[in-house]
């Protein structure tokens, strides 16, 4: 008999090596665990043992995926990846956190004292189910990162030298699909009127295309100031990066990168410069110097500050300043140091816990121990099938012509399919395989006491050896 744990990915860089970290950690109490992008899961869930499913969040638009986990008799709970570094406005009410997905589920973790106060305060009827753990990615980046990604930082430094990170947070204001798109998909996000809150979706667009314009300004004079170091922009998956591809083409020291996740970037630089980014607590956690540039702001803007990236960040608020303390770091200057990153209302940050294992010892009272399955990584004829339509209906859009006769449940808009596609970039057994020997070298056990199986390129099964 087994016990399953599942651990979808909504995205791959973002969330990957985490949930990896938690997986290995959950072989030590005997679970079996699967780590897949999230639609690919999905595609095998008639084939899964019943086990317990820990989702990214439970979003109104989420609510059909619940019902299905529900139906074939898993356990779920929610750990929210977005909720370290947001506003109080889209904790409250009824648009993260729903009454109709919340009923179904069975815990939820909280990096914070104040997103549990508020899911308390919001719905008293569910309050037991709340748990205080903090994320396995903060215990990513306080102890394993610097050490897992040491080798690729060093290929990086060899690349680019000693070079300004900048992975970029604008995707409200410049998103892929362009116009009020980064607006509207909160819309559909939520999934429901949207009165409450959409002042403060317009407004918080506001802010961030008055912040983009800022860093536009700022890049090219700070690559002049800083040359030949180079400054290397991510654009974030939902940011359409044609903006800064016009820098990269007008100085030799702007490269623009999307390759692997955030970590060994940040960890390779010289310092890292970001914007409201949840980078920033990783950064710090990995002794990087980081700094946000928070220009004046109109006053009506002070709502849209974020206190916990700030916290974590020598804060600059002027292009002159900016342009100032960056420069002089990189020549040198010893005096600029981090913050001294600690807990807060927003993050649970303690250094001698395992957020991992504070999890797995909620989830252990409600595990299911059912008979091991030998044909986990099939997946569903009409799942794999709808996959199929789905292209197919892709295709008719395509033909403006043909487009024009569909039915609204019909139509697909080609490039929000890709930008969907996106998060899933960086799967990669091999890329799995090697944290689960690194873990295990890290914590000084033995690598041949567990196993990894690729499920036909759609996830990955960690084991322990019998």
Same mark, same amino acid.
């Given at each position: ?17 985490? *949930?990896?970290?938690? +997986?290995? =950690?959950?072989?030590? =109490? ?7 992008? %999230? ?16 989702? %990214? ?23 929210? #990846? ?21 009923? $179904? ?8 004292? =104040? ?8 719905? !008293? ?6 748990? $205080? ?12 990162? +610097?050490? /897992? ?17 900048? !992975? ?25 009127? $949207? ?24 890049? !090219?004079?700070? +690559? %002049? ?13 939902? #940011?359409?990066? @044609? ?9 030799? @020291? ?11 970037? +940040? ?5 890292? $410069? ?23 702001? !109109? ?5 849209? #500050?974020?206190?916990?990236? *700030? ?19 990189? @020549? ?10 600690? #807990? ?29 399955? *030998? ?27 043909? =487009? ?37 070298? /890290? ?21 322990? %050896?019998?």
């Amino acid at each position: 008999m087994s016990k399953y744990l599942y651990l979808p990915l909504e995205i791959v860089y973002r969330e990957n090596d985490a *949930k990896s970290l938690f +997986a290995f =950690k959950a072989l030590h =109490k005997g679970w079996k665990v699967i780590v897949a992008p %999230k639609l690919e899961l999905y595609k095998m869930l008639e084939f899964l043992p019943k086990g317990t499913f820990i989702l %990214k969040s439970a979003l109104p638009s989420e609510l059909k995926q619940i019902q299905d986990l529900k139906k074939y008799g898993h356990k779920i709970y929610s750990l929210d #990846e977005e909720g370290v570094v947001t506003y109080e406005i889209f904790l409250q009410g009824n648009y993260r956190y729903n009454h109709e997905t919340v009923s $179904l589920l069975d815990g939820i973790f909280f990096w914070g004292k =104040k997103q549990k106060n508020i899911f308390n305060q919001n719905m !008293p009827e569910h309050a037991i189910k709340s748990h $205080l753990t903090g994320n396995p990615r903060i215990e990513l980046w306080k102890r394993y990162s +610097a050490k /897992i990604y040491k080798k690729q930082a060093q290929k990086l430094r060899n690349m680019y030298g000693d070079f300004l990170f900048f !992975p970029t947070s604008f995707g409200i204001a410049n998103n892929y699909l362009q116009g009020n798109q980064g607006v509207e998909l909160s819309f559909e996000m939520y999934n429901q009127d $949207l009165d409450e809150v959409e002042h403060f979706l317009l407004g918080q667009k506001e802010n961030n295309l008055f912040a983009l314009e800022s860093y536009l300004d700022l890049i !090219p004079d700070l +690559a %002049k100031s800083l040359y030949p170091q180079k400054i290397i922009i991510r654009p974030h998956p939902s #940011e359409d990066s @044609n903006v800064w591809d016009l820098i990269s083409k007008k100085y030799d @020291n702007v490269n623009i990168k999307y390759e692997g996740s955030v970590g060994p970037w +940040a960890l390779a630089s010289k310092a890292m $410069l970001h914007f409201k980014s949840t980078t920033s607590i990783e950064s710090n956690l990995m002794d990087v110097n980081t700094f946000t540039f928070l220009p004046k702001f !109109p006053n009506d803007m002070e709502k849209y #500050e974020l206190h916990l990236p *700030k916290n974590s960040s020598i804060v600059l608020r002027s292009k002159e300043e900016a342009i100032s303390e960056i420069s002089k770091y990189f @020549n040198g200057d010893t005096s600029i140091k981090n913050p001294d990153l600690k #807990e807060s209302e927003w993050l649970s940050f303690r250094k001698d816990i395992s957020e991992s294992e504070e999890i797995l010892n909620i989830i252990e009272s409600t595990s299911i121990d059912v008979p091991d399955s *030998k044909i986990i990584g099939k997946t569903s004829f009409f799942r794999e099938l709808r996959s199929y339509y789905e292209i197919f209906l892709v295709f008719l859009n395509s033909s403006l012509l043909i =487009k024009t006769f569909l039915p609204n449940r019909l139509k697909r808009n080609k490039q929000k399919i890709k930008y969907g596609k996106r998060k899933y970039e960086g799967w990669s057994f091999e890329h799995n395989r090697d944290l689960l020997s690194n873990f295990a070298q /890290i914590d000084k056990v033995k690598p041949d006491n567990f196993l990894i199986k690729d499920l036909n390129g759609k996830g990955v099964l960690f084991e322990r %050896k019998n």
